[in-house]
């Protein structure tokens, strides 16, 4: 493999005068520990993990989803592998709820959320949900944690017999309960998930399959998809994976598939094909090209294109803003892509993206209590697609990402501390 030169057009300069972030290693440790005490707070009792309001306390009005029960536990896990002695409990109580109170006992697979009383609210199964227990089992089970290697042998059974289509090269979106009906549709979104949760799932098994499936959905989303489209990566496909373009139009601020394209994606996958292309034994060298691309249309096109700092949300297929709520996961998202970007390739353009990332993080997102999750177009806080504080784990990984020294391309100037991955 050969590096794209630093010349190559994908290297967008950051602002002129990015910040110097002297004191970036303590904020870092501090919001590591901070993220983990939110996590500890959402803790059900009876099982899961709440809800979370914005002073941190349960939100009872919401159920017990899957999703955010999944996300807790994957980042325990990870503060378990790096050494936080009280994770492992959380890890625990978070395998205790998938092994039982989210599992469908009758047909197998996972409800994509349950009331306070353990009835399902959403009966369907997810490729969303089902990404995300993958990704919480494999990591649970790298922690070594008791249970793990059983509920992670039960979702690679489900994922690879209901999930995964061979034939297409991609994943399924959704089941009916008893699956019987799948629907007529496919989505960008749970597909990235799973690339992620293939990965873990190869980490933790040695099963090479997995990384040669996630190879597959790259290759059609992005290499093939996005390059299509200039790199805005359309989100939203039928059942035999044509682009609908102007799906959720009337719906723009759907919180799962909203209109347009969603550049948060476009960094996130950016991310993902480095991590995908760091695991195989050769890879194609269109993944760092096209990491390189996403990332650069993603600054070009999002980044403080209405006269304000921050990404916008989504935009449509001329480049014109429709969200411009700026989300914490977005940012959260930025930070890994710059991150791993510059460990890969030694780029001094990511490591400004990087600073000036942080430097808005800690302005505008980061409180005393952890990460506002939206913002409106003039960076004050709003709830006008996400409530509350669900959600800590694109903000972990970012921290854990920014902190570690064995980040892609090894150590650098973006890694100030030893922290094993």
């Not at 990704?135 to 922690?143: Q, T, V």
């Amino acid at each position: 493999m050969s590096d794209v030169p630093r010349s190559d057009a994908t290297t967008t300069p950051a602002p002129a005068g990015s910040p110097d972030l002297p004191d970036l290693d303590d904020f870092l440790a501090g919001q590591a520990r901070t993220l983990l005490d939110t996590a500890r707070r959402a803790v059900r009792a009876e099982g899961g993990f709440w809800w979370l309001t914005d002073d941190r306390t349960p939100d009872r009005g919401e159920p017990v989803y899957t999703w955010i029960t999944c996300r807790m536990t994957h980042v325990a896990a990870l503060a378990h592998r790096n050494g936080d002695p009280d994770a492992a409990a959380l890890v625990d109580h978070g395998i205790a709820a998938l092994s039982t109170l989210l599992r469908d006992s009758r047909f197998g697979g996972w409800f994509s959320a349950v009331d306070q009383q353990g009835t399902p609210v959403d009966d369907h199964k997810a490729g969303y949900d089902h990404a995300f227990v993958l990704l919480a089992a494999s990591s649970a089970a790298r922690a070594g944690r008791p249970g793990a290697q059983e509920l992670l042998a039960d979702v690679l059974s489900v994922v690879r017999d209901r999930f995964w289509d061979d034939e297409a090269g991609a994943v399924r979106e959704s089941w009916n309960r008893d699956w019987t009906v799948t629907e007529d549709y496919r989505g960008a979104n749970s597909s990235m998930h799973m690339v992620e949760a293939f990965l873990a799932a190869a980490a933790a098994t040695g099963d090479t399959n997995w990384t040669d499936r996630a190879l597959r959905i790259a290759h059609h989303l992005v290499h093939t998809e996005a390059a299509r489209h200039d790199w805005r990566l359309p989100e939203h496909f039928t059942a035999d994976w044509a682009p609908l373009l102007d799906y959720n139009r009337d719906q723009p601020a759907d919180q799962f598939r909203p209109y347009g394209s969603t550049m948060g994606h476009w960094l996130e996958w950016a991310r993902l094909l480095l991590e995908l292309e760091a695991v195989l034994p050769q890879p194609p060298r269109w993944l760092l090209a096209d990491a390189r691309q996403l990332f650069a249309a993603a600054v070009r096109r999002g980044w403080a294109v209405d006269g304000a700092d921050g990404f916008v949300y989504t935009i449509d297929w001329d480049d014109r803003p429709v969200v411009r709520s700026r989300m914490h996961w977005v940012l959260a998202e930025a930070v890994g892509a710059a991150v791993t970007l510059h460990r890969r390739t030694g780029d001094d353009a990511y490591a400004d993206w990087y600073r000036v990332f942080w430097a808005y993080a800690r302005r505008y997102l980061v409180d005393a209590t952890g990460w506002r999750h939206e913002l409106d177009p003039q960076n004050l806080p709003a709830d006008t697609v996400w409530h509350g504080r669900p959600d800590v784990y694109h903000a972990y990984q970012a921290v854990l990402l920014s902190r570690s020294a064995n980040g892609l391309g090894g150590p650098g100037p973006l890694a100030p501390g030893e922290v094993a991955a």
